[in-house]
């Protein structure tokens, strides 16, 4: 599926409705470029979770986990992985065969990692469409 939004609003509000459809264990990987609008889209989805609590980008911890959602929401950022290993030492498993919802942003430099089957959100720019322009697509991987 694509999707095409023209503001962060619109952004966050697809992340919302996105949300509703999420089951424990699912496991979604989210690509693009820097300044893209990953965290926008994953703030919306921690509120379609209901989760109230500031969503911000795991950059330096790798991990944040949000337990006061209707579900464990597990939110990644791998931006700054050296290696592997690194994953590893995090206990990535228990988090993407674990009872919530993970959500991994730059998961295109750890695909070798990732279960059989995920979903694939990625976020493109299109300046010729404006500044806020975001195209999103959405797509099953290994199902």
């Not at 300044?35 to 795991?58: D, N, W, Y």
């Not at 988090?95 to 995920?118: K, N, S, V």
Request: hydrophobic residues 35%; charged residues 25%.
């Amino acid at each position: 599926m694509i999707y095409e939004t023209y503001s962060a609003k619109e952004t966050q509000q697809l992340g919302r409705k996105f949300a509703e459809q999420i089951k424990p264990g699912n496991v979604c990987a989210l690509v693009g470029d820097l300044g893209v609008g990953k965290t926008v889209f994953t703030q919306g989805i921690a509120q379609g979770l209901g989760i109230r609590e500031p969503i911000c980008s795991p950059t330096f911890t790798i991990v944040q986990v949000y337990e006061e959602g209707r579900m464990p929401f597990y939110h990644f950022d791998v931006y700054r992985i050296g290696d592997l290993e690194e994953m590893e030492e995090i206990g990535y498993e228990d988090y993407f065969y674990g009872e919530g919802f993970t959500m991994i942003e730059w998961a295109d430099l750890i695909l070798e990692m990732m279960p059989e089957q995920y979903q694939k959100i990625t976020i493109e720019k299109n300046l010729e469409k404006g500044f806020d322009y975001r195209r999103i697509t959405i797509e099953q991987v290994g199902y």
